[in-house]
């Protein structure tokens, strides 16, 4: 069992950037690839990126990549969310997730959620 806790999330002008933070307890955090998903309203939940156990591998989906990167620190179990360039349509709620595996994140199956932190992007 892992239990995650996101924070960071907040109001910002287009253009601007903010810093997701994926807190984790229980189970030791380097033996889980971690992600970030997004749920915007009205659509269902949508990867946004996945990282490995250790940090080396790294993936991207498209409508972010080169404007987000993910990082973590298994010292402070914790992984970050660093979101630059915001747009309007990156509005949603975004939530991080952990797997055994990387590939299972990269698809999408995700064993532990966290609650969740409401990113608003205003035009």
């Known amino acids: 069992q892992v239990q995650l806790v996101e924070s960071g999330g907040g109001l910002v002008q287009a253009g601007g950037s903010l810093r997701l933070s994926c807190a984790a307890s229980?189970?030791?955090?380097?033996?889980?690839?971690m992600g970030w998903f997004r749920q915007a309203p009205g659509k269902e939940r949508e990867f946004v990126s996945a990282i490995s156990r250790s940090g080396g591998s790294i993936y991207y989906a498209d409508s972010v990549k080169g404007r987000f990167t993910i990082s973590r620190d298994n010292a402070k179990n914790t992984v970050y969310l660093q979101m630059n360039s915001l747009k309007p349509e990156d509005t949603a709620v975004y939530y991080c997730g952990a797997a055994d595996r990387y590939g299972n994140v990269v698809g999408g199956t995700v064993n532990f959620w966290g609650q969740g932190t409401q990113v608003t992007v205003s035009s």
């Open positions: 229980g189970r030791t955090f380097s033996s889980y690839a």
